[in-house]
């Protein structure tokens, strides 16, 4: 329940500020990557309940939920309004698999498709954080990555169903994270 506790905080923690920037236009996200996002990580959080995480995967359900609303805000504020083929790519790989998990009865299963269809959420902002290493504010990716572990710790059942998902993000975020401090030095370094 503690880690359960932290990992709601945590969340809180990296969204509010970002969902101020947002309304105040300092920060645009990728529409695609949070639509993306928003709709795996709660159906996610489904299917962790259905493989018994308990208490444990109510943070990835309250972040689905808030992941959606920011997908709103990106839509409404039109975020990044370069949208590139690439890019619809991303999505429409995305959007066309996302239906796929309906079709198993397994939990595994829908979380294993479920976490491939989240990867392709990055092409977008991965695409436009490389082109813009200043665009995305790298707390936001830090408390998440921390956020997924202590969502981790507070699962009630460990498996691959209720530890693939938060695990493999994590993973995602250290290395889109890795990306943006080494385009930002590359940056700087061209910069100057």
Do not use: C
Request: without cysteine; proline residues 5%; hydrophobic residues 60%.
């Amino acid at each position: 329940m503690l880690f359960a506790a932290l990992a709601v905080a945590l969340t809180i923690a990296a969204f509010w500020p970002y969902i101020v920037a947002i309304r105040s236009g300092r920060a645009r996200p990728h529409v695609f990557s949070w639509i993306i996002w928003g709709s795996t990580t709660f159906l996610v959080f489904l299917a962790q309940l259905a493989g018994g995480g308990g208490i444990g995967a109510w943070p990835i359900g309250f972040s689905g939920l808030v992941t959606i609303y920011i997908a709103w805000l990106a839509y409404s504020k039109r975020g990044a309004v370069r949208i590139t083929r690439t890019d619809w790519l991303f999505f429409g790989g995305a959007m066309v698999s996302l239906p796929v998990w309906l079709v198993t009865s397994d939990p595994l299963w829908a979380v294993v498709i479920l976490t491939a269809v989240d990867t392709l959420g990055f092409g977008p902002t991965f695409r436009k954080t490389f082109a813009d290493p200043h665009g995305e504010p790298m707390w936001l990716f830090i408390i998440m990555g921390l956020r997924n572990i202590v969502a981790i710790a507070a699962l009630e059942a460990y498996n691959l169903t209720t530890v693939l998902f938060p695990g493999a993000i994590a993973l995602w975020y250290v290395l889109f994270i890795a990306m943006m401090l080494w385009r930002r030095r590359v940056g700087a370094a061209g910069a100057g």
